[in-house]
């Protein structure tokens, strides 16, 4: 399991992933406000992963609360919730892990014998149990996926959804690993995923130490593999999936589906419930985060583009849900017409 992140007595220890592949370091965040500059500057990205780490923060932040009441400690509760939320806006998981946490600092504080200290433990028991919900969340779509894998051929993913995006398995990368460990003889081209090369860094680090054989390739490279019948389905993860199944994930994604349904591969999305969001209609209501334009016209340092070139950087963008087969999640596989079937799952 790649230690993705990890709570710890001193801080939050996460793996930083801008300097992977080829330095494993580790940065220690021992403030709430640590927590939020790392999710804002990628450090660790992917939208569980994002989603477990401000769980984390909240709990680290409201750990070094000083009061001596439950009570006392709800504007500073306000404050943590606020930073961490105004990290990055297109991943839901950030959101939904905020409020769980938010509701489990107040059902906790109407506990009987309850006092600060019993509280502040309760908090990092909370943060704990999402780390290891999203581990067999991610297990159990691996499972539930496997089969929709082919059983030999080659399998197309964007970005990455693997471990480094989650707490150590993988949306995406999970299923596919599940499939091979399932006997399914599989190749992956692994799109580099401009302008921050999360596939090129990240998906094709993690799937080499698995053995699993990764081709990594240019963005615009898929489409001419497609018609030379090089790839049979294609996988990626989901930053939030709206009431009508449309999906956000990371700019490029949408093209990838256009190229897949204009071939005839099927386009598979997988993404824990934490990542449905029922209270938008649809992928129009999707905030998409604009990032900044030096992370296109750099690179390493190094200019590229001329200056006063213009620049657009959407870190996302949306899919709508007629281009995708189905959508693996822990509580099982969605297929179309979206808007029922999510409702069915929701329960
Ligand atoms: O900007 P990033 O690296 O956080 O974007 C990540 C993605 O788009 C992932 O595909 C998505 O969060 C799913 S991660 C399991």
Known sequence: ???????????????????????????????????????RDMIVRGAPAI?????????????????DSIDAMRPELAVICKTLAETRPTAVNLFWAIERMRLRFDE??????????KLKAGLIYEAQQMYEEDIDACRTMGSYGAGLMPDEGSVLTHCNAGALATCGYGTALGVIR??????????????????????????????LQDGIQTTVICDNMSASLMRQGKIQA????????????DVANKVGTYGVAVLAKEHGIPFYVAAPWSTVDLDTATGDGIPIEQRSAREITHFNGKQ???????IENPAFDVTPAAYVKAIIT?????????PEALLKMRG
């Not at 996988?235 to 709206?242: E, H, K, P, T």
Request: proline fraction near 6%; hydrophobic fraction near 45%.
């Open 330 to 338: 822990e509580r099982g596989v969605l297929r179309a017409p979206y």
């Open 178 to 207: 599940t499939a091979v460990l399932r006997g399914h003889n599989l190749h992956v081209y692994a799109d580099e995923t401009r302008p921050y090369l999360q596939g090129a860094r990240l998906t094709a680090w993690e799937l």
């Open 51 to 67: 989603g477990v780490s401000a769980a984390m923060g909240v709990a680290l932040g409201v750990s070094k609360i000083k009061a």
């Open 234 to 245: 294609v996988i990626v993860g989901a930053d939030r999936i709206a009431a009508n199944g």
């Open 108 to 117: 906790l504080s109407r506990q009987p014998g309850i006092n600060v200290p």
């Open 304 to 310: 590229l583009t001329p200056h006063g070139a213009l």
């Open 1 to 39: 399991m790649i230690p993705t992140l990890q709570w710890t007595p001193s801080g939050v220890r996460f793996l930083d992933q801008t300097r992977l592949p080829l330095e494993e370091l580790y940065v220690l965040a021992t403030t709430y406000e640590d927590v939020a500059d790392i999710i």
